[in-house]
């Protein structure tokens, strides 16, 4: 079976799929996207994620180039054509195709649309839960503005290269004061020595994860201490936990940063509830 994309009002398969070389997203990474998990073949937390594209859009100032509702029947047909029961859908948008010019192209560009989805190995997923995964740390190398959802991820693709080739599945940015913000496609975690759940606070300076604001409505049910502030790569060292989060892997373990043992090493007791908490909470549709 072909895997198809809907690209700019077409459904096509992935080998004919494609967009023009003057296509803004391919010359200046000038646009967004989205990943939202796919689920028993429902949408997770469809809605929040709907809402930052459209705040990433409006950040760059580009027009959203179909209804929010449209959108979203594109999304379920896109998943439907796939067979996608347990994966992802991604959506992008760029500023659209235009002679090369760094500023904006004329009023009335047309911004492009992408949607494709894909299956995940669910199975593994669950297998490299069950084990914790290890995450190196590199420096922060990104632009001042990581809470826009842009495709421009080059520094993301070489952290991540950078974790592969030291057998890590994660690289966490460390900023100019020692303090992590956040995974290359994650949001980092602790749970420190005297049993707070920590992460970041999102600022300009991380992306605005909804599994991670998803979390945090899981976190206020639990008689757990939380807080959202900065935490140093050696406070990161010395937790009793850690984890990341995104969509495509919601609560993930982290056994080792560096080559710093996390705990015992292995998978800790608040991060495994988290993870078996999240779907209860995350809106389904
Ligand atoms: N990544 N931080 C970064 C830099 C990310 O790229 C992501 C998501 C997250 C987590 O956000 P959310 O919980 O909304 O998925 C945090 C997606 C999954 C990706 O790029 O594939």
């Not at 469809?46 to 979203?72: G, K, V, Y």
Request: net charge positive; charged share 30%; aromatic share 6%.
């Amino acid at each position: 079976m072909p895997r198809i994309a809907y690209v700019n009002g077409r459904y096509l398969p992935i080998r004919e799929a494609s967009v023009s070389i003057e296509d803004r997203g391919y010359q200046f990474s000038d646009g967004v996207y989205e990943v939202c998990e796919v689920r028993a073949g429902a949408i997770i937390d469809e809605r929040l994620h709907l809402e930052r594209l459209r705040r990433s859009l409006d950040e760059l100032r580009i027009p959203l180039p179909l209804s929010p509702r449209a959108l979203t029947v594109i999304m379920r047909e896109i998943i439907r054509r796939n067979r996608v029961r347990d994966g992802i859908v991604y959506v992008q948008m760029t500023r659209g195709v235009a002679r090369r010019d760094h500023a904006f192209p004329p009023p009335g560009t047309t911004p492009s649309v992408v949607v494709t989805a894909r299956s995940l190995d669910t199975v593994g997923n669950e297998r490299r839960a069950a084990q914790g995964i290890t995450v190196i740390t590199v420096p922060e190398t990104r632009w001042a503005r990581p809470d826009i959802k842009s495709i421009s991820l080059l520094p993301n693709v070489l952290a991540k290269q950078a974790a592969r080739e030291r057998g890590a599945a994660e690289a966490w940015f460390v900023d100019r004061d020692g303090r992590i913000t956040e995974g290359a496609s994650t949001n980092a975690w602790i749970i420190t020595k005297d049993r707070e759940v920590v992460t970041r606070p999102a600022d300009n300076g991380i992306l605005r994860g909804i599994t991670r604001t998803v979390l945090i409505q899981v976190l206020k049910t639990r008689s757990l201490r939380f807080e959202e502030r900065t935490f140093t790569v050696a406070e990161a060292y010395e937790a009793d936990e850690a984890f990341a989060t995104a969509a495509s892997q919601i609560v993930m373990p982290v056994v080792r940063i560096d080559d710093r043992m996390i705990g015992d090493g292995t998978p800790g007791p608040v991060a495994k509830s988290l993870r078996e908490a999240f779907h209860a909470h995350a809106e389904r549709s």
